[in-house]
């Protein structure tokens, strides 16, 4: 297995030191990642050939924003791959709400890095921790779904801390052949956990749980030291969406989980950077990406506070060729009084590709490499 050293070193430091030297290191870190896939990737070097970048331009921090990104629904039509496929060892698949499959590709060293990024982050927002827990996964049993982006992601989250029960909501129903919640099974496990003296951690989307709550008129107190961690946003539940302030509040008084422990996590299965709430609520920007807005009209940069799409560096991943991926996501970079360094992502919704197409996805759509 090869080694990328810069790589090594950017992903043994601090994600939340902002320092020269730190930033200096993921800059390293990128421009070996760049390199290797400019090399290994025929799209990626004809597409960086086309636009006048090369890897080797990278020479301080403000090069960054000259790499160009690569529009995500093409990782979503194309199987994009830097290693021979034989040299995968895992491959990630999640369904978007389009009903379009979003994959990634992990050869051994990329896999090792993503599992060892998300427990520097999380350790660093204070979420791992010895102490044994009680899982509730609203998620598919990993047994049973081991490439589901999510399964996965939670498999990985239960890892931070002792574990003593995991339960996972999602199961597969051998008469339907299809998996599905088994509410029941959460209401019990849940009464359960409640009477417990070891903590809970709830890992899951926020719908979900909102709907479970509201259904059976939950109020449970699951204890000062239990800990709600959520991802995956409202997808096709978005109508019923409600303000994260409220949903946190809500959490407080209907399973008696304090607001510092409800922790949201976003995520891209393209990109593979949890961002992840501090104890404020907001979502973190770690050292290890860059994120980026671009105007949707000419992808010019913007500036910081401006909404805009968002593109996402990172240089983690050996296999997958998307250390710059331009979304269609729209959001804002900002920043916490929380005291840990570095900027946060503000989320704004999807830019519906049918509904809002600038001039630039327009144009990159049409551009053939
Ligand atoms: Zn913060």
């Known amino acids: 297995m090869t080694t990328h050293e810069q790589t090594k070193r950017l992903l043994a430091s601090d994600p939340f030191d902002f320092s020269e030297a730190s930033r200096n290191l993921f800059l390293q870190s990128f421009k070996e990642n760049a390199l290797h896939h400019y090399k290994n990737h025929e799209f990626t070097r004809k597409l960086w050939d086309k636009l006048g970048f090369h890897p080797d331009q990278l020479k301080s921090e403000a090069d960054l924003e000259n790499v160009p990104g690569t529009m995500v629904h093409l990782y979503k039509e194309h199987e994009f791959c830097s290693v021979p496929k034989e040299n995968l060892a895992l491959v990630l698949t999640s369904s978007g709400t389009g009903g379009q499959k979003s994959q990634q590709f992990l050869d051994q060293e990329s896999l090792d890095n993503v599992k060892a990024l998300a427990l520097t982050i999380h350790r660093s927002l204070g979420m791992a921790s010895e102490q044994k827990y009680n899982y509730l996964c609203f998620t598919y049993d990993p047994a049973v779904a081991n490439d589901l982006g999510t399964a996965f ?9 002792g ?3 995991v339960y996972y909501a999602i199961q597969w129903n051998e008469e339907k052949k299809d998996f599905e919640l088994n509410e029941a099974g959460v209401l019990e496990t849940l009464k359960r956990f409640e009477a417990s003296d070891i903590p809970t951690r709830i890992l899951g989307f926020p719908a979900l749980l909102f709907e479970i709550i509201e259904r059976n008129n939950l109020t449970l107190n699951l204890g000062e030291r239990s800990w709600l961690q959520t991802g995956g946003g409202w997808k096709s539940k978005a109508d019923k969406e409600i303000p994260k302030k409220d949903f946190r509040r809500m959490i407080k008084e209907r399973l008696g989980i ?17 961002y992840v709430d501090c104890s404020k609520g907001n979502l973190h920007i770690p050292n290890y990406a860059r994120v980026f807005t671009r105007s949707p009209y000419d992808l010019s940069l913007l500036k910081k506070g401006e909404r805009g799409l968002l593109h996402f560096m990172c240089s983690y991943n050996f296999s997958y060729p998307a250390p710059s991926l331009l979304t269609t996501d729209y959001g804002r970079v900002g920043s916490c009084g929380c005291g840990i360094k570095g900027d946060t992502l503000i989320l704004e919704g999807r830019a519906g590709v049918s509904k809002h197409k600038g001039c630039a996805l327009k144009a990159l759509e049409l551009l053939k490499v």
């Open 153 to 161: 992601t939670d498999e990985l989250l239960t890892n931070f801390t």
């Open 163 to 165: 574990k003593n029960e």
């Open 258 to 274: 304090p607001e510092e422990h409800q922790r949201d996590l976003f995520g891209m299965v393209e990109h593979g950077i949890p």
